[in-house]
T-cell receptor, first 115, second 110 residues
Framework: EPEVTQTPSHQVTQMGQEVILRCVPISNHLYFYWYRQILGQKVEFLVS????????KSEIFDDQFSVERPDGSNFTLKIRSTKLEDSAMYFCASSGARIIGSPLHFGNGTRLTVT | DAKTTQPTSMDCAEGRAANLPCNHS???????VYWYRQIHSQGPQYIIHGLKNNETNEMASLIITEDRKSSTLILPHATLRDTAVYYCIGGKEYGNKLVFGAGTILRVKS
């Protein structure tokens, strides 16, 4: 069964550094998402992306964050200047074409640790 | 997005059916009920979804009440590997921004 893959599985960075988290969604999917989960807390929506533009974003997704689909297969999340509170698991997800009730398929996440 | 209410935790004996309830009294007529689970900080895993009819797949069954205000996810023969946090989420037909609550911690015990 096709999967959403995320790299790296664990990223350690220093405060103030830029990080790029990478995702390869399922190939025929059209909707792409980033979520995050701070340790011990709920899974939180960050942003959704469709037709090469952001379709919705949460208040967490401020100017420090950006997303891109650079080459038609990868989907990236960039954090421009990381803060300690950005430490979390970041999950990428994708969902299919306009199929009724198309569920989201999640990757296994990138654990970001900001020191 | 429809708000859902789930019990904080449940226990189930291995091999028995696990029945996980969810209240979604504010769900609108065109919103689906989705169930996901998360095993030990892995990515959430899709289980099943439905609109108004009961649904079954290889993982689970979903029973939705006629008034659509509540539903029950049934794992027919729970195993230790089904220990996870189970989320009931109301969502649109496609392009969903899922809003995760705290879910139900299901502990399957031998």
């Amino acid at each position: 069964e096709p999967e959403v893959t995320q790299t790296p599985s664990h990223q350690v960075t220093q405060m103030g550094q830029e990080v790029i988290l990478r995702c390869v969604p399922i190939s025929n999917h059209l909707y792409f998402y980033w979520y995050r989960q701070i340790l011990g807390q709920k899974v939180e929506f960050l942003v959704s992306f469709y037709n090469n533009e952001i379709s919705e974003k949460s208040e967490i997704f401020d100017d420090q964050f950006s997303v891109e689909r650079p080459d038609g297969s990868n989907f990236t999340l960039k954090i421009r200047s990381t803060k300690l509170e950005d430490s979390a698991m970041y999950f990428c997800a994708s969902s299919g074409a306009r199929i009724i009730g198309s569920p989201l398929h999640f990757g296994n996440g990138t654990r970001l640790t900001v020191t | 997005d429809a708000k859902t209410t789930q019990p904080t935790s449940m226990d189930c004996a291995e091999g028995r059916a696990a029945n996980l309830p969810c209240n979604h009294s504010t769900i609108s007529g065109n919103e689906y009920v989705y169930w996901y689970r998360q095993i030990h900080s892995q990515g959430p895993q899709y289980i099943i979804h439905g609109l108004k009819n009961n649904e079954t797949n290889e993982m689970a069954s979903l029973i939705i009440t006629e008034d659509r205000k509540s539903s029950t996810l049934i794992l027919p023969h729970a195993t230790l590997r089904d220990t996870a946090v189970y989320y009931c989420i109301g969502g649109k037909e496609y392009g969903n921004k899922l809003v995760f609550g705290a879910g139900t911690i299901l502990r399957v015990k031998s």
